[in-house]
């Protein structure tokens, strides 16, 4: 059974943090592509973060997200500090298992986890 798992959302107030999970099961984490999207009401989904199978990264927005991986544990987190309230979204964690370098496009990620709500006021 292929799927992701994603944990760490809730409601946080202006500057505050929150770490996002994403646990996979049925592949293999350290030889997939991992990325977290994010997507706002009446927005199209956008990239945040990516880490490839050998380890590297690529970041589609500013450096207050930074996204990790704990092979041992097979997961990847999202580090989230000195949120916004224009970080309010879902955010999604997804896969392809058959990726080692990371891209963007979400419509080639096969594995996508059920999104978990990050809420900043205003």
């Known amino acids: 059974q292929v799927q992701l798992v994603e944990s760490g959302g809730g409601l946080v107030q202006p500057g505050g943090s929150l770490r996002l999970s994403c646990t996979a099961s049925g592949f293999t984490l350290d030889y997939s592509v991992i990325a977290w999207f994010r997507q706002a009401p009446g927005k199209e989904r956008e990239g945040v973060s990516c880490i490839g199978g050998n380890g590297g990264t690529t970041n589609y927005v500013d450096g207050r997200f930074t996204i990790s991986r704990d092979s041992a544990k097979k997961t990847v987190y999202l580090q989230m500090n000195s949120l916004k309230p224009e970080d309010t979204a879902v955010y999604y964690c997804?896969?392809?298992?058959?990726?080692?370098?990371?891209?963007?496009?979400?419509?080639?990620?096969?594995?996508w986890g059920q999104g978990t709500q990050v809420t900043v006021p205003s």
């Open positions: 997804a896969a392809d298992p058959s990726a080692f370098l990371c891209f963007r496009e979400p419509n080639f990620y096969t594995v």
